[in-house]
């Protein structure tokens, strides 16, 4: 759940600035980028919950935990980039937090008491959040859609390349 706070109060911080550009989508775009960094931060500065993600067969389980918070911060900054990166980083984050949703299976599953972490309910109740993570990666990073009386801008930038 710390992630869903920093979430909460990334987007209550960044409130301001995508209402100045009109655009609501940008901001939840910008609270899941500082989410993601927070959260890949973590995974290197306190890597023993997120080792207790992974189950004890699993080999290298503490380089995978250093790995997976280099690429939370990466995807973080792809977030940022323009598009058409944004797309792919979008995809790339909703397939890596797809990629580890077992871990937190696991977790509920085997009843395992992570540090920091409450234990009963907690583990079954942070499942369906995964859903909504996926989901807000692929949301903010979509497509932009043109207004009725311009053109599609996105199309007419990646057409060149899709001619090759």
Same mark, same amino acid.
């Given at each position: 759940?710390?992630?869903?706070?920093?979430?909460?109060? #990334?987007?209550?911080?960044?409130?301001?600035?995508?209402?100045?550009?009109?655009?609501?989508? +940008?901001?939840?775009?910008? &609270?899941? &980028?500082?989410?993601?960094?927070? $959260?890949?931060?973590?995974?290197?500065? +306190?890597?023993?919950?997120?080792? !207790?993600?992974?189950?004890?067969? @699993?080999?290298?389980?503490?380089?995978? @935990?250093?790995?997976?918070?280099?690429?939370?911060?990466?995807? *973080?900054?792809?977030?940022?980039?323009?598009?058409?990166?944004?797309?792919?980083?979008?995809?790339?984050?909703? *397939?890596?937090?797809? #990629?580890?949703?077992?871990?937190?299976?696991?977790? *509920?599953?085997?009843? @395992? +008491? @992570? !540090?920091?972490?409450?234990?009963?309910? %907690?583990?079954?109740?942070?499942?369906?959040?995964? &859903?909504? $993570?996926?989901?807000?990666?692929?949301?903010?990073?979509?497509?932009? !859609?043109?207004? *009725?009386?311009?053109? +599609?801008? %996105?199309? !007419?930038?990646?057409?060149? &390349?899709?001619?090759?």
């Amino acid at each position: 759940m710390l992630f869903l706070g920093v979430l909460i109060a #990334a987007y209550a911080a960044t409130w301001l600035v995508p209402r100045l550009r009109g655009r609501t989508t +940008d901001q939840w775009r910008y &609270a899941f &980028a500082a989410g993601m960094t927070v $959260f890949g931060l973590a995974h290197l500065l +306190d890597p023993t919950p997120f080792i !207790q993600h992974i189950p004890p067969w @699993v080999p290298a389980r503490e380089p995978l @935990v250093f790995l997976s918070g280099l690429a939370e911060i990466a995807l *973080a900054a792809g977030l940022l980039t323009p598009q058409p990166h944004r797309r792919l980083a979008g995809l790339a984050l909703a *397939a890596y937090l797809v #990629a580890v949703f077992p871990g937190n299976i696991y977790v *509920a599953v085997a009843g @395992v +008491d @992570v !540090q920091g972490q409450p234990g009963g309910l %907690y583990p079954w109740l942070r499942l369906p959040f995964q &859903a909504v $993570f996926i989901w807000l990666a692929l949301w903010t990073t979509r497509r932009p !859609q043109p207004a *009725a009386d311009q053109p +599609d801008a %996105y199309a !007419q930038a990646i057409a060149p &390349a899709l001619r090759k």
